[in-house]
Every structure is written in structure tokens, then in C-alpha cells.
């Protein structure tokens, strides 16, 4: 199985402010990457896919990056309502395997 | 406007069997592959099974092949997941997922159902 390693578990930023999450495969997936968003308490939503790919209705602020093994998802201008939990997925190889997420809050 | 209601979830016993349903609007259900992945209490995503568009090729990871089965019935827009021989790890919130177009991107998700499988 392809394995997803996030980095950070958790992170910490100011309004306004930039962040990036990393999301590392254990094998090539060429691409073949999405992110998701899950708010407190509510199902997780598509942002990004194919890596870069922003999915309908998601703000421009979000963009995705990355290649080979290694991913990114940026969020500029970071607004209160992006709080949450951000998952990377891959669907190159059967199981589809997902990151362990990483947590983001308000400082 | 799409939407996905999940019902079935409930407490049961170890080794009894739960059968989960989605019922799905809004869109045209025949055309997209489904799928159910599960959060276990504070944990990360598990993509769960798969089904394709006329329920001929469904596809499960190791932690459920042969315990779990996806079906769908496309008359009544409702994907189905029937699990037996329930163990204490299949503990989660289980949701079901639309597939984008046809890449295994989850574009819309139900509100997701609680099983708990405890004695």
C-alpha cells in the first residue's frame, strides 16, 4: 500500500498569514493527488485534485503544488473559516490511502 | 443541488452484521462510481469499497474484502453497504462518497452515520 505521510500533525498561524502543509508519498504517484478540507464536526470537502486542480466553488486563496513524491497545499491570506483539518489523498494505486491529516487553528 | 443521506448506523454486537444506505439526489446517479469510507473516532480517512457505475466491478482493501459488500440500485438512487463479522476496529463514522468523474476524487459526501460495534 502507498503510504501518505503529512507534515505538520498540527499547525498554528495568524489571520492574513500563509501556510503550507506537506504531503509526502511513499512511492510516485504522479500527480495523482487531492486535498481535502474537514471542518469541526462536518464531512471533509474536495479543494484541490489531480494536485493542482482547484475543484469548483473553492476559493482562490487555496492552491495546490507538487510532484513525484512530494505535495503541497498553500493557503494564502488565511481567513478564520479555514480552520480545520486538511487530508491529502492519493488515487494512483488501489487502496486509495489517505494522509493522517493535519490540524489547523487560529493563533 | 447534490446531496447524500446516509441511515443504518447504530450500536451493535461483535460479529452481527449492519447494513448501511445512501440515498442520492440531485444528480444523475447511474453516471457516477460510488464509494463509503470511514473515520474511526478522532482518526484519519479510510477509503472503504467502491462501486462502479452499474454495479458490475466493486473493490474493497484488505481490512474489509470478504466481510463487506457495496451494491447499488440505481432504479432507487441508493448505494448500499452491507457488513458482517463486525469487529470492535470497525468503530467509525462511515460515509458515503460521489465520485468526480470517474478518477476516485470524492467531490460530494454525506453526512456520514456512527456504527459502534461493542458488546
Known amino acids: 500500500d502507498i503510504q501518505m505521510t503529512q507534515s505538520p500533525a498540527s499547525l498554528s498561524a495568524s489571520l492574513g498569514e500563509t501556510v503550507t502543509i506537506e504531503c509526502l508519498a511513499s512511492?510516485?504517484?504522479?500527480?495523482?493527488l487531492a486535498w481535502y478540507q474537514q471542518k469541526p464536526g462536518k464531512s471533509p470537502q474536495l479543494l484541490i485534485y489531480?494536485?493542482?486542480s482547484l475543484n469548483d466553488g473553492v476559493p482562490s486563496r487555496f492552491s495546490g503544488s507538487g510532484s513525484g513524491t512530494q505535495y503541497s497545499l498553500k493557503i494564502n491570506s488565511l481567513q478564520s473559516e479555514d480552520v480545520s483539518i486538511y487530508f491529502c489523498q492519493q488515487n494512483y494505486d488501489s487502496p486509495w490511502t489517505f494522509g493522517g491529516g493535519t490540524k489547523l487553528e487560529l493563533k | 443541488e447534490v446531496q447524500l443521506v446516509e441511515t443504518g448506523g447504530g450500536l451493535v454486537q461483535p460479529g452481527r452484521s449492519l447494513k448501511l444506505s445512501c440515498v442520492a439526489s440531485g444528480f444523475t446517479f447511474s453516471s457516477y462510481w460510488m464509494y463509503w469510507i470511514r473515520q474511526a473516532p478522532g482518526k484519519g480517512l479510510e477509503w472503504v469499497s467502491s462501486?462502479?457505475?452499474?454495479?458490475?466491478?466493486?473493490y474493497y482493501p484488505d481490512s474489509v474484502k470478504g466481510r463487506f459488500t457495496i451494491s447499488r440500485d440505481n432504479a432507487e438512487n441508493t448505494v448500499y453497504l452491507q457488513m458482517n463479522s463486525l469487529r470492535s476496529e470497525d468503530t467509525a463514522t462511515y460515509y458515503c462518497a460521489k465520485d468526480r468523474e470517474g478518477e476516485g476524487y470524492f467531490d460530494y459526501w454525506g453526512q456520514g452515520v456512527m456504527v459502534t460495534v461493542s458488546s
Open positions: 462501486i462502479n457505475t452499474d454495479g458490475g466491478s466493486t
Open positions: 512511492e510516485d504517484i504522479y500527480s495523482n
Open positions: 489531480y494536485a493542482n
